[in-house]
């Protein structure tokens, strides 16, 4: 980095003459960055960035390391008319030219949009290094912040940046050596967007639908039934703009997830905050999962439709089926958003925000004896609790249980696994590894089932509908009809899957599991707690 | 990962040409290429400024002692990579000859590439050999460079015949007149009898031009050279064409 403007003559000369330094362009370039509201390309470690040249004559777009190292370059055409769609955000699918870059980043993107993050307007200048056959074999890339027509730079700082050319990693190396000498300039680390985000006030990496708390077994656990809920709510509230907009259907599924978790949460802790205080909220909480429900669920219908597209299957024929379901979709969003800017959702956050803020009465979370709860008096034997009645529940099922009794199981599943998740850190890792497994794996099959179940059902009422409607061809219908025996042999797959799953949870080997990762950490032997965290 | 080379038992037909022009506006795409010439005269590497060296030469190479992801290096170019030439490619026919199924060992060898490259380019040397026997079964498209006389248009024959009677996968063809000069009676003739009458013959006819043979002493594609000449137009178009073969 450098604090002042940096002239080429200056640098040529610094770095060998004319004959070994070619300068090679100048422009003014806006940069904006993009990713997922979850940054998906950041924790792959790829940054993207769409490079619009002055006047939107050229764009490129360009998938770098977070490093700066380039991997691809793509020319992205003027800004606005190719690979943008609307409003802030970006759209690789169906376009040709985006294609390959498309295809790259699907696994890692996967259903979420591309968000812009931060943009700045630099000029950039850059040199080749050359070799005896004036080989380029590395580049000196100078950018500073471009002056605004009031004089005022957008961008935060001056870079000089010795970019690597494969194969010739070593004249880099060289490269930034020499530069690292040079008296005008300072080393950093930092690239463009960390500076660009750090301006904004934000940091790369700064969301995640992940609770990643940090309790401490001896804290008070009104405090931490406290911290539980007050980073749900922040995740709630975080992801209500992109639910607002549409941005993607995953801004929905985090906020369902943060609603559920904090009703868990009221559930199975919510005894150790005053009992006044959460009369109302977990109604709330239960209303607005109610309202959510039909937008998520269309959404997953849609994926029906979609997958089958993937699958290279029936897509003409289901075609209208979607259509359907976007205008089902349209007025179950439109409930769903005026929920979410009503005076009762804003109210039950403020109550939520309370909950998790206030101090409370000294007799909140005392035990019996009358002393304080801390994290390890509640956290071990409220997740045995779960576990048993988890346990118990699935032992009941037969293969004539109706799909009721397995969708019991499945919220009791998830209880656990909340609570679970809400105190990882204080418990033993090893153990909360395996217990999570099996847990894990029973979910998924209890998942399959009652997805398929609800989705077998409303794709024949949906039939139903169009039929009504007039909306469908005999085409859709038996396409539809194609489906519901695809659904309905999962279900069964899944049904038959659920026997030897659910052995596995409840097992001797995960029963010895749960037994150490509940048991009293002051009572373990050495052996137990050399795992622990 | 779409593999195409260039190939023609004749030498001098255009193929280093067509490789490094095509490889260019595969680049200038976004797609990511990878170059590699197997010519032992390192006519390619040569035009990209590149040194004509490979570590542990052949052998190790065809060995896989040394992985080809190793060797690749950077031309002046986004999105353009370089395999490069070496002397000891002279004997790669004998490295190749050391294995089981020797006609296999190129498509074993460049099979990792597909995940840091979009499309891969080969310029084979000319002849038929053990190299171009696997180029064959490498590449998913064979680019063939035809120089319009009557003796060529035999060469090609004997050519579609071959990879005809070949084991599967075989590449698609698509040849092109390269070199054509059109005030030679000769060449007009030949090209109009052809063109437009052949599926696997490209409707794009690269010219005889100078600034084709300008890429030598500037070392340059001549798509960068001269952006707007006919022998540039003729290089998008044949891009456009091996583009649209390999989404058939």
């Not at chain 1, 290279?312 to 379901?325: K, Q, S, T, Y």
């Not at chain 2, 593999?3 to 680049?27: D, E, P, Q, R, W």
């Not at chain 2, 010519?39 to 052949?58: E, K």
């Not at chain 2, 026919?93 to 080969?122: C, E, M, T």
């Amino acid at each position: 980095m450098a604090d002042a403007e940096i002239s080429d003559a200056w640098l040529i000369d610094a770095l060998g003459g004319e004959g070994r330094i070619k300068r090679e362009l100048q422009q003014t370039v806006h940069r904006e960055w993009f990713d997922t509201f979850d940054w998906r390309l950041h924790r792959a470690g790829l940054t993207l960035e769409l490079a619009t040249v002055t006047g939107g004559a050229r764009a490129e777009l360009l998938l770098r390391r977070t490093s700066g190292e380039v991997l691809q370059v793509v020319p992205a055409g003027p800004r606005g008319t190719d690979g943008r769609g609307a409003g802030k955000t970006l759209v690789l699918a169906g376009n040709a030219s985006l294609a390959s870059v498309h295809a790259r980043l699907a696994p890692v993107v996967q259903m979420r949009a591309l968000l812009a993050l931060v943009g700045v307007r630099v000029t950039v200048r850059t040199f080749s290094v050359l070799d005896a056959n004036a080989k380029t074999v590395a580049r000196i890339v100078v950018e500073e912040p471009a002056r605004d027509t009031d004089n005022t730079s957008s961008a935060p700082m001056s870079r000089v940046t010795a970019m690597t050319v494969r194969g010739y990693e070593g004249e880099a190396r060289k490269l930034a050596r020499r530069l690292s000498m040079l008296p005008a300039l300072r080393p950093s680390c930092e690239g463009w967007l960390d500076a660009a985000l750090a301006q904004a006030g934000r940091r790369a990496g700064d969301y995640t639908g992940q609770l990643d708390l940090t309790l401490s077994s001896t804290q008070s656990a009104v405090t931490a039934v406290q911290t539980i809920l007050l980073r749900l709510l922040d995740v709630a509230e975080r992801n209500m703009p992109g639910i607002t907009a549409d941005l993607d259907t995953e801004f929905l599924h985090d906020l369902r997830v943060a609603v559920r978790r904090a009703r868990t949460a009221l559930k199975l802790l919510g005894d150790l905050l005053p009992a006044d205080q959460i009369e109302q909220l977990p109604l709330d909480l239960t209303w607005m999962s109610d309202l959510t429900t039909p937008t998520r669920d269309l959404d997953a219908h849609r994926l029906i439709a979609d997958k089958a597209e993937a699958r290279g299957g029936p897509a003409e024929e289901l075609r209208p089926f979607h259509a359907f379901l976007l205008a089902r979709r349209q007025q179950a969003r439109q409930e769903l958003v005026r929920g979410l800017r009503s005076a009762r959702w804003s109210r039950a956050r403020q109550r939520w925000r309370y909950l998790s803020t206030s101090q409370h009465p000294a007799s909140a979370g005392l035990s019996s004896a009358g002393s304080e709860q801390t994290v390890e008096d509640v956290a071990r034997p409220r997740i045995a609790r779960a576990y048993r009645r988890a346990r118990r529940l699935g032992e009941a099922i037969t293969a004539d249980s109706p799909a009721t009794d397995l969708h019991a199981l499945r919220k009791r599943c998830k209880e656990l696994r909340y609570l679970m998740e809400f105190f990882a850190s204080v418990l033993e890792a090893r153990s909360y590894r395996a217990v999570l497994s099996q847990l894990k794996s029973l979910q998924d099959c209890l998942g399959e089932f009652q997805d398929t179940y609800v989705q077998v059902r409303a794709v024949a009422t949906f039939a139903d509908e169009m039929l009504t409607e007039g909306a469908g061809s005999a085409a859709t219908l038996m396409a539809l009809g194609r489906t519901v025996d695809a659904l309905e042999l999962r279900q069964a797959q899944a049904r038959q899957e659920f026997g030897a799953r659910f052995k596995r949870f409840a097992n001797k080997s995960t029963r010895a599991q749960v037994a150490v990762l509940t048991k009293d950490r002051a009572q373990s032997s050495p052996d137990q707690l050399r795992g622990w965290r | 990962m779409r593999v195409l080379a260039t190939y023609n038992i004749k030498g001098g037909v255009g193929k280093t040409s067509t490789a490094v022009n095509l490889a260019y506006l595969s680049a200038r795409q976004g797609n990511r290429t990878l170059l590699w010439d197997l010519d032992p005269q390192g006519a390619a590497t040569f035009l990209f400024r590149i040194g004509p060296h490979v570590r542990g030469g052949v052998k190790a190479l065809v060995k896989g002692r040394t992985p080809l992801d190793a060797l690749i290096k950077g031309t002046d170019f986004n999105n353009l990579d370089l395999l490069p030439a070496d002397l000891s490619y002279r004997r790669m026919d004998h490295a190749l000859d050391q294995f089981k199924h020797p006609n296999r060992r190129i498509a074993q060898l460049v099979k990792p590439l597909g995940s840091g490259y979009d499309v891969l380019i080969l310029d084979c040397p000319p002849g038929m050999s053990l190299v171009s026997e696997g180029v064959l079964r490498a590449a998913d498209t064979l680019l063939v460079p035809l120089v319009p006389a009557t003796l060529s248009m035999r060469t090609f024959e004997q050519l579609t015949d071959f990879v005809g009677k070949a084991k599967q996968p075989r590449p698609r063809i698509l040849a092109f007149f390269s070199m054509v000069d059109a005030r030679k009676r000769l060449h007009r003739e030949t090209v109009a009898q052809v063109v437009g009458q052949r599926s696997d013959i490209a409707q794009a006819i690269v010219p005889a031009a100078s600034i084709v043979e300008q890429m030598g002493p500037r070392r340059l594609p001549v798509v960068v050279l001269s952006p707007t000449s006919p022998a540039t137009a003729a290089y998008e178009q044949l891009w456009g064409e091996a583009v649209a073969l390999g989404e058939r």
